[in-house]
C-alpha cells in the first residue's frame, strides 16, 4: 500500500508526466500501452489525485465498442453495463448503440394494441365492413379507422365494394386478409361517365336529334331556325 492508502506500486515521477500529458486527450489504448503496469481504476484515480481531467467528450474505444457489442443486445442490466463501460455515461451508451445498430431486447415484454384488438374483433364476428360502419361500431372517428388500417394494413384487405345508391364512387368494405388478396375494383368501361348524359335542348328542337324515351321530361318547342320562316310565323300570328 502506497502513501495514499491505495494497493499497487506506487506512482514513479515519470509515470506522472506521462499521465498529465496524455489523459486529457490521449486514448485508453494509448494510456495502457505508456503505462503497462497501471490497470484503468488506477490510472483514473492518480488522475484524480493529480487534479487532471478528461476532455469533455470521452472517445470510444475499440476495446469499449467490442464489450458494448457483446453486452447491448443481452438481457444485461443496463446499470451494470454502464459500470462497465466507465466513464460513458448511461445516455452516452444509448447514443453509440444507436449508431452501432444495436437494440436491446424485449425479451417477455408484451405490447397490446386496444385498437387492433377491437377492430379484429369486431371483424371476425360481423366480417366486412365500410369504414363508416366500423367507426360507428367503435364509436370512433372514421379518421381514426383510416389510421389503423394504415397502422395495420398487412392484416386487412379490401374484402369488396358497395355500389352507389345514386352517383357517385363504390365505397370498399374491410375485412381481415388472413392470406387473401384485395377484391378487384368493380368494372368501369372505358370513357364511361356516371350519371345520364343530358340531351342539347337546341338540337331537339331543331330536329336533329330524336328525343330519348328515357330523357328528362320537360316542354321542348320546336321553332324554325331559317329566317323566312321566322317571318312567315311573325305574319300569321299578326
Not at 489523459?23 to 500501452?33: F, I, Q, R, T
Not at 451494470?80 to 451508451?93: C, F, G, N, Q
Not at 374491410?174 to 350519371?195: T, V
Request: with cysteine.
Amino acid at each position: 500500500m502506497n502513501k495514499n492508502g491505495r494497493t499497487g506500486p506506487a506512482w514513479a515521477p515519470a509515470e506522472n508526466e506521462v499521465l498529465r500529458a496524455m489523459y486529457a486527450s490521449g486514448s485508453w489504448d494509448e494510456l495502457l500501452a505508456s503505462l503497462p503496469r497501471r490497470t484503468r481504476p488506477a490510472i483514473r484515480a492518480q488522475a484524480n489525485s493529480l487534479g487532471l481531467k478528461r476532455d469533455g467528450r470521452q472517445q470510444w474505444e475499440t476495446t469499449e465498442i467490442r464489450l458494448l457489442y457483446e453486452l447491448y443486445p443481452t438481457t444485461t442490466p443496463i446499470r451494470e453495463i454502464v459500470a462497465r463501460l466507465a466513464p460513458h455515461t448511461k445516455e452516452s451508451i444509448h447514443k453509440q448503440a444507436a449508431c452501432q445498430g444495436l437494440k436491446r431486447p424485449r425479451c417477455g415484454v408484451e405490447h397490446h394494441h386496444p385498437g387492433w384488438e377491437r377492430l379484429r374483433l369486431l371483424l371476425e364476428s360481423r366480417g366486412a365492413l365500410t369504414q363508416a360502419q366500423i367507426a360507428g361500431a367503435l364509436g370512433i372517428s372514421q379518421s381514426a379507422v383510416h389510421k389503423l388500417r394504415q397502422a395495420y394494413g398487412n392484416n386487412l384487405r379490401t374484402a369488396g365494394y358497395v355500389p352507389p345508391v345514386h352517383q357517385g364512387k363504390w365505397t370498399p368494405m374491410i375485412g381481415l386478409a388472413d392470406g387473401r388478396p384485395d377484391a378487384p375494383k368493380p368494372f368501369r368501361p372505358q370513357g364511361a361517365r356516371s350519371g345520364r348524359k343530358m340531351a342539347n335542348r337546341f338540337a331537339t328542337a331543331a330536329g336533329l336529334v330524336t328525343p330519348s324515351l328515357t330523357a328528362p321530361t320537360g316542354r321542348v318547342f320546336r321553332q324554325p331556325m331559317e329566317i323566312e320562316d321566322w317571318r312567315q310565323t311573325c305574319e300569321e300570328a299578326a
